[in-house]
């Protein structure tokens, strides 16, 4: 049985909603990891633009690859950090893993999304999973020997 903190990530499909941005590393780790582990489906994503400008990350369809807010529908990343808390002034970064049913950021730190040897929530929430869905890389060299 889990305890009171793991309980509040409860699994349900469709709960938890990532954003990244393909040109940062740390976010396409993230979104690497969710597609090789087999998480689309519990865990939507949405793309935001590459481009900062001075609102910072911009969400956005006219830009290839990228997608809608489906969460809160903004216009700018720093609308998903206001939202989880309206005092917020930090900076703003990607990824950000969100939690549509407590309406709040669970983190935005992608060794801790992705890191089974982290003591997360978020990864005790998605232990089914990801013990269902093993990856078996293929190993293969970067030269060939003639």
Do not use: K
Not at 1 to 14: N, P, V
Not at 101 to 121: G, K, L, M
């Amino acid at each position: 049985m889990r305890d009171t903190a793991d309980a509040r990530f409860e699994q349900a499909s469709d709960r938890h909603q990532l954003h990244v941005a393909r040109n940062c590393p740390s976010a396409h780790d993230v979104a690497l990891t969710r597609r090789l582990t087999g998480l689309t489906d519990p865990v939507s994503m949405d793309v935001v633009d590459p481009w900062r400008e001075d609102e910072g990350w911009t969400v956005t369809t006219e830009t290839v690859c990228c997608t809608p807010d489906t969460v809160l529908g903004s216009e700018h990343l720093r609308d998903v950090y206001v939202a989880a808390d309206p005092t917020y002034t930090g900076r703003v970064t990607v990824p950000v893993l969100w939690d549509r049913e407590r309406q709040t950021i669970v983190n935005n730190e992608s060794i801790d999304i992705t890191s089974p040897a982290c003591v997360q929530p978020f990864l005790a929430y998605l232990a089914d999973f990801i013990l269902c869905n093993t990856v078996e890389l293929p190993r293969r060299s970067l030269f060939t020997v003639m």
